[in-house]
């Protein structure tokens, strides 16, 4: 158990519809990282917080939005969802956000867009 | 824009045994980390090893060492003393140095251990 907590575990939803993925980080640590594994494109990194802040973003989409609130967990809003978009989310935490610091990696959420 | 690409999309190993796997990268950074992370069938990924550009010595965690070929781009995993449960997928990750940059994953290797 790396002490990240994603909820939901599985989501079955249908194409244009929006979701909202949940990440909790580690206790301690300042920086949230999320991810899409998919068959087709492999594990892609889509955006990086820290304490509130965007801090990197990657190949996210622009239907795609994420937040990190005072509290520190964050969620990732998927808009418009096309049957693409079905994959494994992956949220993780890091101390500070630093390149080297170690990502600890939630179980993911299962999305699947029927 | 940073690639990284592993060459082997299947390995296998006998139990006890050493294996490398391969990672190659493309940059044009002189700042910048790489990693070996492992996805066991429960997906959960773990990382198993992380090495400084900067740093000539490679890097050594336990069962698992790193060459890192700089000039060569070239960032290999080697596990020795294989055991079943190193058997997963591993991605081989580059990420810069710089603030606001970007996490590139390699596609995977998937590694059997047989016993």
């Known amino acids: 158990d790396s002490g990240v907590t994603q909820t939901p575990k599985h989501l079955i939803t249908a194409t244009g519809q929006r979701v909202t993925l949940r990440c909790s980080p580690r206790s301690g640590d300042l920086s949230v990282y999320w991810y899409q594994q998919s068959l087709d494109q492999g594990l892609q990194f889509l955006i990086q917080?820290?304490?509130?802040?965007?801090?990197a973003k990657g190949n996210i989409l622009e239907r795609f939005s994420a937040q990190q609130f005072p509290d520190l967990h964050s969620e990732l809003n998927l808009s418009s969802l096309e049957l693409g978009d079905s994959a494994l989310y992956f949220c993780?935490?890091?101390?500070?956000?630093?390149?080297?610091?170690?990502?600890?990696f939630g179980p993911g959420t299962r999305l699947t867009v029927t | 824009a940073q690639t990284v690409t592993q060459s082997q999309p299947e390995m296998s190993v006998q139990e006890a045994e050493t294996v490398t796997l391969s990672c190659t990268y493309d940059t044009s950074e002189s700042d910048y980390y790489l990693f070996w992370y492992k996805q066991p069938p429960s997906r959960q990924m773990i990382l198993v090893i992380r090495?400084?550009?900067?740093?000539?010595q490679n890097a050594t965690e336990n069962r698992f060492s790193v060459n890192f070929q700089k000039a060569a781009k070239s960032f290999s995993l080697k596990i020795s003393d294989s055991q079943l449960g190193d058997a997963a997928m591993y991605f081989c990750?580059?990420?810069?140095?710089?603030?606001?940059?970007?996490?590139?994953f390699g596609p995977g290797t998937r590694l059997s251990v047989l016993p």
């Open positions: 990750a580059y990420r810069s140095g710089n603030y606001g940059q970007n996490f590139v």
């Open positions: 993780a935490s890091s101390v500070a956000g630093l390149p080297l610091d170690e990502q600890y």
């Open positions: 917080y820290y304490n509130g802040e965007e801090r």
């Open positions: 090495q400084e550009a900067y740093k000539q």
